[in-house]
Structures are given as C-alpha cells and as structure tokens.
C-alpha cells in the first residue's frame, strides 16, 4: 500500500455561477470513495452529482480505480508539492495528457 496516496483529496471549482467539488477518500482496506457534488456559487445547497465506490491499487506507477459498477480505469499518477504554494497534491494524468490535480482536505 502507498501510504502517500491514502486519506482525502479534493479539488474545488469555484466559478462566477457555479461551484463544484469533486473528492476522493482513499482508505487503508485498499477501498475508495468519489463523490463529485455542485452548488449554486453563494448557496449553500450541493447537488450530488456522482457518488463512485470500489477498490484502487498502485503498481509500477499507475493508480487502477475499479468501481463496483463501471469499468476500471487507470492512469499515471504522483504526490508532490505544490510549486507555487508548497501544499501537497495528488497529480492523475488523463489519457489525454491533462493533469488531474487534488489537494489533502
């Protein structure tokens, strides 16, 4: 088990309408949690989005993100420091090159 990868990570998106926030909980057991929610921007009122629960394991530099219902998917992935602000992140490049980028809650 990576140890570095366990525990909460979010990623916020706050815009002039619309926020929304998506989170993963990485647990010990080898399980995880994803729930992505939206909220009015000034409301306090989230609509749940997706809520996504199964296994993930790490090898040879790859995170697999397997649900309970859908298919697996898996990436390359790091943790390291912000280079701007220094906080740490959770860095998952997509298929297509993008960087996924969470932050410890």
Not at 34 to 55: D, I
Request: net charge positive; hydrophobic share 35%; no cysteine.
């Amino acid at each position: 088990m990576v140890t570095a990868l366990l525990g909460v990570w979010v990623q916020d998106d706050t815009g002039p309408v619309l926020t929304s926030r998506k989170r993963y909980h990485f647990k010990p057991d080898g399980s995880y949690e994803f729930v992505f929610t939206s909220r009015n921007t000034g409301s306090r009122e989230e609509k749940l989005l997706v809520r996504e629960e199964g296994r993930f394991t790490v090898e040879a530099g790859r995170l697999t993100i397997s649900p309970r219902a859908g298919r697996s998917r898996s990436f390359p992935w790091r943790v390291e420091k912000d280079p701007y602000v220094g906080d740490v992140r959770l860095v998952m490049v997509l298929p297509d090159g993008t960087l996924d980028v969470y932050y410890r809650e």
